[in-house]
């Protein structure tokens, strides 16, 4: 089983391109190789091929990446399922998780969502889209400065409020201030669900 999320930015004008692709392949690189494992195209849409037990955490990372960026956003649909056939671009290969992925992601605009999780276990994503949609009331109002201590707490798990704090030049009690209005606890509740229960589910699931 594989994950794949497909995506695009919203008010992607909103900034220079320069600003924010190099950005954007900074953070899709380290997800795996161009084009094997991901691809842009049409300028601001593109997709990925990831291990899915990580799957939603790189979602929302990706999500808090994107809202780092001054009035800019990004609608993700992230499919899981098996992977009939690779081929050495993304946009060739296929099987279930590719479909689930494109299907959902088809439906988050006239829905009004910005993240949607799709697979074989219909009960399973039920639990998990209603998380999500709580979860998106307060990702989907995060501050530049809300996203971007998320981005970078779950890009370095391990590093202290201390660490942050030096890394972005201010204090330690202002990030933990950040920490709590993006209600990063939260957030990595909801991670632990997934990785947790929701993906046992899954795997359980006929």
């Known amino acids: 089983m594989i994950a794949v999320l497909t995506a695009d930015l919203i008010h992607s004008s909103a900034q220079p391109v320069t600003q924010w692709m190099p950005q954007l392949k900074r953070f899709l690189s380290g997800l795996g190789q161009e084009p094997a494992d991901w691809e842009i195209y049409r300028g601001d849409e593109f997709q990925v091929r990831l291990p899915y037990p990580i799957a939603l955490e790189k979602a929302i990372a990706l999500k808090a990446l994107v809202r780092s960026w001054p009035g800019m956003d990004v609608r993700i649909g992230l499919g899981l399922g098996e992977e ?42 039920r639990s998990l889209n209603l998380l999500l949609k709580f979860a998106l009331h307060i990702m989907d109002q995060w501050s530049q400065v809300s996203a ?42 909801l991670l632990e669900y997934y990785r947790k229960d929701y993906l046992k589910y899954l795997e359980a699931c006929s």
């Not at 439906?107 to 009004?112: I, P, S, Y």
């Not at 201390?162 to 509740?189: C, H, N, P, T, Y």
Request: hydrophobic residues 40%.
């Open 84 to 125: 009939e056939y690779r081929a050495d671009r993304i946009a060739e290969s296929n099987g279930p998780a590719y479909h689930y992925s494109g299907r959902v992601f088809g439906t988050l605009r006239e829905q009004k969502l910005r993240m949607q999780v799709a697979s074989h276990c219909h009960m399973a994503d």
């Open 148 to 189: 971007e201590i998320v981005a970078l707490a779950l890009d370095a798990p391990e590093a202290s409020q201390k660490e942050l704090a030096e890394g972005l030049g201010i204090r330690q009690s202002a990030v933990s201030q950040r920490m709590s209005r993006a209600r990063l606890d939260l957030i990595l509740e």
